[in-house]
């Protein structure tokens, strides 16, 4: 998955979660996307609630596409109870227009819907790039997670749950489902809403062949892609006994991996990071997360060893 660095193509970066007055955000599709292509990003999803309170939305943005800024068609899918007795938040972007729509009048469950497991399945094989939704916020078990087989990744940063609960993360969630074997990828978000500094926090960077959708979906897919609140990632060089990250500066370098094992280099304005996989022996995955002096992160996809 680390071949894509020297890959023809170049990043773009986007927003894969969002949400507009055609569920319960604020401001307007048109002005989601115009907001979002002001501030220098290449593409966003529209990701509003589809439930039938909302009229099943997957909207149309197609008209804000751009010579520079393109949409992807998405939902935030909901069908089923987690553990907690909650809904399901599914992410999946890339939808047709006319995916059929769940028996999901409302944000609570309701007796006799899809599960998560099942709407999940279905929005992948319609095409979708499919995520597990910020499993801090939903107080997601490892169970439950582990129903979601079609996942291609975990949201493992929201910055709409850091901001209104303090609930950001999906590492635990991500990481227990490594250990099991499941080869998923990561990626960071907005959740944008705009009735509070919920927007423009986290992002993907993808290399792409171009700003399509289909490039950027074909992707996604593949694992082509970083996470991000702020440092960029240029290179990673994994080898047998160390990784070298090549990055904007920033003072901290970890390499995480199975169970407790992790490793971190400190230093000042560090651009090429060497950090040595002396603890790492048997350890089948490895990822690396970078941090600025700001405190703002990247996270590498995890890296398989075998």
């Not at 009048?105 to 979708?128: S, Y």
């Not at 978000?189 to 700003?211: C, I, L, Q, R």
């Amino acid at each position: 998955m680390t071949d894509f660095f020297k890959a023809p193509g170049k990043f773009y970066r986007g927003n894969l979660h969002t949400h507009s007055t055609r569920s319960d955000g604020v401001i307007s599709p048109e002005e989601v996307c115009r907001r979002y292509a002001a501030e220098g990003y290449d593409f966003i999803a529209l990701t509003d609630h589809f439930v039938g309170l909302f009229d099943y939305p997957i909207s149309d943005t197609t008209l804000y596409r751009t010579d520079r800024f393109t949409t992807i068609l998405g939902a935030e899918l909901h069908s089923g109870a987690m553990e907690n007795g909650e809904l399901w938040h599914i992410l999946a972007v890339g939808l047709p227009p006319d995916f059929a729509p769940s028996d999901s009048p409302v944000l609570t469950p309701v007796p006799g819907q899809e599960t998560g497991a099942e709407i999940a399945q279905r929005a992948r094989d319609a095409g979708a790039y499919v995520a597990i939704a910020h499993p801090e916020w939903s107080n997601l078990t490892t169970a439950d997670a582990r129903t979601i087989t079609a996942a291609h990744a975990v949201e493992i940063y929201n910055h709409g749950c850091a901001i209104a609960a303090d609930r950001p993360h999906g590492f635990y969630t991500l990481d227990a489902l490594l250990t099991e074997g499941r080869r998923l990828n990561l990626c960071a978000t907005d959740d944008a809403h705009f009735y509070e500094p919920d927007h423009f926090g986290g992002w993907v960077m993808v290399k792409a062949s171009a700003n399509t959708p289909d490039a950027l979906l074909e992707a996604l897919k593949a694992g082509h892609s970083y996470a991000s609140t702020g440092p960029e990632l240029h290179d990673i060089h994994w080898e047998d006994d160390q990784v070298t990250v090549e990055s904007s500066a920033v003072v901290t370098v970890i390499v995480q991996a199975q169970g407790t094992a992790a490793i971190a280099v400190h230093g000042e304005s560090m651009t090429r990071t060497a950090v040595p996989l002396s603890k790492f022996e048997g350890k089948p995955w490895l990822r690396a997360t970078v941090i600025d002096r700001a405190g703002k992160r990247a996270w590498s996809n995890p890296h398989w060893r075998v």
